[in-house]
């Protein structure tokens, strides 16, 4: 049996490079610092001109591919003019040369955030995040309830007021909905909000407890956590979650489900084998596989959108640190104290809570920024993407 | 292809079905490594009571004494059998429902607590189920480490806390 599982987990090494060479053939681009764009504000005109060069030099720089230096030192320049919902925005190179001109509508953060990741996709080929909506839980109402922000840490408002539990908040990818897990029955439910519209329905209300829901990369599955047939098992619904469909038979508990970017594939935390450990399964239905990650107590994993890395948290002590499994090699380094880790967009940057904060980090350069603050405890951060 | 991979799973099933005939009830060795085995001892839910929880008013709450657990586990040590045995004997005696509610220290990860909190009340239930109580009117719930029974930090706090709670429905 041991032999057996044994080659199990050497055919699953043998298989994930295998599979990862076929899926992305986007090269690895390694950035340093001085390999950073030299970019500059230009002249942006218009009634909020001035408010749009100060939202669009904070995304920029966020996204860590750009310098901003003055405009003679620029390799490129940022320009435009907004006024009321509209945003035209211009890109020329040192020579004068147009190589961005489109126009962007919406209220000023977002039009703006729309400009800046059409530039960064444009200069760097990379998808940028600035348009991202973050949630998470906060405390400081003396429950727990779910907040939404912008990924700058503006726009921060408390979506749910129960002064009950709300927990466990997660975005869809295109960021309009969010699934969290609500006490409001006395029970743990899985509810879904609508963003635009602010409609909540209890989606999930099996007997037991029902948490852990995350939208699938197309947003047309959840996987979740149900505990109906008598056990936390990882199972998948649709979206509105319905035709539960039982992946796991484990005496122990699952928890935390991620999918992959093509949504064939889904890792979760398992403490089937004593502490918690990352297992990797077919969306489909199959066998869990243990991934090593040579920590004790691994949870709340989360898959990075390239599919290439997975976020999770580890527990050395008492305290939390944000660890990154990379999946090509198989190799863990840790990133520092934290936890609950969701990557952003770009697969370069993610969030994670740190005590009463959320905080971005850029993975590439260590870079940390505080997005968010002073809503007590805060837990449980997720991005759209 | 489909049927050579699904017999050795059905052989797996159908050795853990016979298994389960003698050792229902106890905990199977630990399955280290990839999840090929099963596990098919948990009872079913039953359907909830509309309008009842463990925190509505009409729920008794401090009938019987919590059942406390080790640090990261959900089996029930010999110590704690007795209160097992006084709310099963109370079970098979009337015609309530209980309501079974797990909870952790602080010191898992959100998410994981959740979990390990629904475990250890799934582990109360199937206890009282083998000493005898009927399952299809005991419930489910985990609060994870929300409601500590005491909001210190430390190892008599988090002790208290390690718990699962009894709910009576009058």
Redesign the interface.
């Known amino acids: 049996m041991?032999k057996?599982?044994?080659f199990?987990?050497f055919a699953s090494c043998l298989f994930v490079p295998i599979a990862l060479s076929h899926g992305a053939e986007t090269p690895t681009i390694t950035i340093s610092k001085s390999d950073r764009q030299a970019i500059a504000i230009g002249t942006i005109g218009g009634a909020d001109g001035a408010q749009v060069a100060k939202i669009l030099q904070n995304d920029l720089a966020m996204s860590g591919f750009f310098n901003l230096v003055p405009a003679t030192s620029a390799g490129v320049v940022v320009g435009g003019t907004s006024n009321g919902n509209s945003l035209a925005g211009t890109v020329t190179d040192r020579s004068g040369k147009t190589v961005l001109s489109k126009t962007f509508s919406g209220n000023v953060r977002s039009k703006v955030h729309a400009y800046a990741d059409e530039i960064i996709e444009t200069l760097t080929g990379s998808k940028g995040f600035a348009n991202s909506k973050i949630a998470f839980?906060g405390s400081s109402t003396g429950h727990?309830e779910i907040y939404v922000a912008d990924i700058d840490g503006s726009n921060v408002h408390q979506l749910t007021n129960d002064a009950s539990?709300s927990?466990?908040p997660k975005l869809s990818p295109d960021g309009s909905r969010l699934v969290y897990?609500g006490?409001k029955?006395?029970?743990?439910d899985v509810y879904e909000i609508e963003l635009g519209s602010g409609a909540r329905s209890r989606i999930i209300?099996?007997?037991?407890?029902n948490?852990?829901a995350c939208y699938s990369p197309n947003g047309h599955e959840l996987a979740v956590?149900l505990?109906?047939?008598?056990?936390?098992e990882l199972y998948t619904t649709t979206a509105g979650g319905s035709f539960a469909r039982r992946l796991?038979?484990?005496?122990?508990?699952?928890?935390?489900p991620t999918w992959s970017p093509s949504g064939d594939e889904i890792i979760y935390?398992?403490?089937?084998?004593?502490?918690?450990q990352l297992?990797r399964i077919a969306a489909g239905g199959g066998?869990?596989?243990?991934i090593n990650t040579g920590h004790n107590y691994n949870?709340?994993p989360n898959w990075s959108p390239d599919g290439k890395r997975v976020a999770f948290?580890v527990?050395d002590g008492?305290s939390?640190t944000v660890a990154i499994l990379d999946l090509g090699s198989g190799n863990v380094h840790t990133v520092g104290s934290g936890?609950?880790p969701a990557w952003c967009a770009d697969s370069r940057h993610l969030i994670f809570a740190e005590g009463g904060s959320v905080i971005l980090l850029d993975a590439q350069t260590g870079q940390k920024t505080t997005l968010v603050s002073g809503l007590g405890k805060i837990?449980?951060p997720t991005c759209s993407r | 292809m489909k049927i050579i991979r699904f017999l050795p799973l059905l052989a797996i099933v159908l050795a853990a079905l016979s298994l389960s005939a003698c050792v229902h009830g106890k905990k199977g060795a630990g399955h280290n490594g990839a999840s090929d085995s099963d596990y098919v001892n948990g009872s079913p839910l039953p359907e909830r009571q509309e309008g009842v929880s463990f925190t509505s008013s009409n729920t008794d709450r401090s009938k019987f004494r919590p059942v406390y657990f080790a640090f990261d586990s959900y089996a029930i040590g010999s110590g704690e059998r007795g209160k097992i045995d006084e709310v099963a004997n109370f079970m098979k005696g009337g015609s309530n429902t209980l309501i079974v509610a797990g909870f952790t220290d602080e010191r898992g990860t959100p998410e994981y607590n959740r979990g390990l909190g629904e475990r250890r009340a799934q582990a109360v239930r199937e206890a009282l189920i083998q000493a005898g109580a009927d399952g299809s009117r005991i419930q489910t719930v985990s609060f994870g480490a929300e409601m500590p029974a005491d909001s210190g930090s430390g190892d008599s706090a988090w002790a208290k806390n390690r718990r699962a709670e009894f709910g009576v429905v009058r």
């Open positions: 041991k057996l599982r044994a199990c987990a839980v727990k539990i927990v466990g897990t006490y029955s006395g029970y743990a209300k099996f007997p037991g407890t948490t852990g956590i505990s109906k047939d008598g056990n936390p796991t038979h484990t005496k122990g508990v699952e928890s935390s935390s398992s403490d089937d084998a004593g502490s918690p297992y066998s869990g596989h243990v949870t709340e948290t527990r008492g939390f936890e609950g837990s449980e």
